[in-house]
């Protein structure tokens, strides 16, 4: 069960591929916020930037890890994203990090009351990329968790 962000991080790329592959590593990690960053280098584009589908996929690795930590501690599920979208505002010209924090209660308590009654629920998590202390995109996306697996 991860729990800080060795774990974590390992855990990705054992089982997310994509994750080592875009050299991603986990610098924060707790139920509450996780915040992931990747090198410009290996998610390079033809315009020596990062390429958006990189930091759409880190962002989304980000979301999908704070849900994955905070339904180890209970809940056995699998979750998978449902659909997204990604607003550019600034090119990212070198390592960058995406962040994402604990939804509001109210709508966790809903989503878990869901996952437990009907072994399936839908939440919405939001997460920022940032590159040189600026924001440079946001991310939002729509997660299902189902019950019963892994």
Known sequence: MPVNARDLEAYLHDHIPLSKAMQVSVVEASPERVALGAPLAPNINHRDTVFG???SAVAVLACWSL???RLRGGLASRVVIQRS???FALPIAGDFTA???TPEPEAWAAFTRMLERKGRA???LAAVVE???RATCRF???????????
């Not at 939002?140 to 892994?150: M, R, S």
């Open 67 to 69: 849900l994955h930590m």
């Open 99 to 101: 962040t994402t924090e």
């Open 140 to 150: 939002e996306g729509e997660f299902v968790a189902l019950g019963g697996g892994k």
């Open 131 to 133: 590159y040189d202390g």
């Open 122 to 124: 839908r939440i919405q």
């Open 85 to 87: 979208t990604m607003s």
């Open 53 to 55: 589908g990189s930091a």
